[in-house]
């Protein structure tokens, strides 16, 4: 499978799970279940193994920490996910690299490209400050894609600051080397700020779908809103020698496919509920407090965490979004339609939402492909020719 920025011709799907660890009443360690864990991480792999061959150009996870989204260090299950398939582009949607070493991660994604025969495509997320971030990413940019990338001696790991103590800029270069010429990288963006900075790197983004806990669980936003913003990054990348196109940009799409729009709705709201009240406790937990302290109703009457609104959330909220395929076979189809009339080409699929059960965002991976978009999915599947 090429590039997911390349043939942009093609409509591509990723197929993107959270990786819900939902046992009834579970919220505390001492009740994790090994056994679901384990069903859990082989269920994940097989059904990336089921998404290759539905036509799913790429298979993607999160990284997200605590009980309910067990995946602290996706880089782990990319590597078994590289031994598991063979055609599918392999995404991290997505990394943060300030809560890591950047260069450790360059490291450990040009082991994962060459165990995948050149197949990983990275996704990297933004935790903290806007500078800060960026400068992580031209780290792990130039240390994965280049050669003798000069590091200075703050951003080196403590094996290579150990190895060359007399140096202040090291000339570091990942190895192995990647599998690929030049691995793709992506970046989530929402902000005009972002999608500039991505732009003029020539890095393919993530937008669209704007969960604000302010603003009723969905952001309002458009499509009309959004297409000048979208030129816009194609137009700064052109800019700055980059040949950027509406296939560079995935629109990040909760998907929920249910018999009728109320249930999908109602299937994303529960999967919200279950994921913020695990997370709250898992919180409390590490602030100090003892099991069951801390309250999902005394977390969204604190007015700074926003969760009362999301909670409060009306139905239309989650159907009115274009960016949110959530509803019916129908509805889904309906606005894949609009979001495809609008050029955009590649969906970043978030199969079930955040704290959906595993099964359940399955049977909603299964239906787009099978009975909103079979069409879109079997031309994946087609072998692509190559120019020249």
């Given at each position: ?140 940019d130039g240390v994965l894609n280049g ?67 302010a603003a009723g669980g969905m952001a ?169």
């Open positions: 499978m090429n590039a997911l920025g390349e043939n942009p011709e093609i409509v591509k799907f990723v197929y993107w799970d959270n990786l819900t660890y939902s046992p009834p009443g579970s919220r505390a360690p001492e009740e994790w279940d090994p056994a679901l864990g384990v069903r859990l991480y082989e269920s994940y792999l097989s059904h990336c193994e089921e998404a290759e061959r539905l036509g799913y150009a790429a298979v993607s996870l999160p990284e997200h920490f605590g009980p309910s989204s067990p995946c602290p260090h996706p880089n782990i299950l990319m590597a078994a996910i590289a031994a598991r398939t063979s055609r599918a582009r392999i995404l991290s949607g997505v990394n943060l690299p300030l809560l890591h070493h950047p260069v450790q991660l360059a490291e450990q994604f040009a082991m994962i490209d060459v165990l995948s025969g050149g197949r990983l495509e990275v996704g990297l997320g933004r935790h903290g400050d806007r500078a800060a971030h960026e400068h992580a990413i031209d780290l792990i050669y003798d990338h000069p590091v200075a001696r703050a951003d080196l790991t403590p094996a290579t600051a150990a190895f060359v103590p007399g140096v202040e800029t090291a000339k570091v270069t990942a190895w192995p080397r990647p599998a690929q010429p030049r691995v793709p990288l992506w970046v989530a963006a929402t902000s005009d700020g972002s999608l500039a900075a991505a732009a003029r790197r020539g890095w393919g983004v993530f937008t669209g779908l704007n969960i604000t806990p309002p936003t458009s499509i009309g809103k959004m297409l000048p913003r979208l030129h816009r990054y194609l137009e700064i990348g052109r800019e700055n020698g980059h040949d950027l196109t509406m296939a560079n940009i995935a629109a990040s799409c909760f998907t929920v496919i249910a018999e009728t729009d109320r249930k999908a709705v109602g299937i994303v709201r529960d999967g919200f509920v279950r994921h913020i009240e695990t997370s709250a406790g898992h919180l409390s937990r590490l602030a100090g407090a003892a099991p069951g302290e801390s309250s999902l109703e005394a977390l969204a009457d604190r007015e700074e965490t926003g969760l009362r609104a999301v909670l409060e959330a009306p139905a239309e909220a989650y159907l009115e979004n274009p960016f949110a395929l959530v509803g019916s076979v129908e509805t889904v189809r309906d606005k894949l339609t609009a979001l495809r009339a609008a050029g955009l080409s590649r969906f970043m699929l978030f199969c079930g939402g955040v704290g959906t059960p595993h099964e359940l965002a399955w049977e909603s991976a299964t239906a787009m492909a099978e009975d909103v978009a079979p069409g879109l999915f079997a031309a994946t599947k087609k072998p692509i020719r190559l120019a020249g």
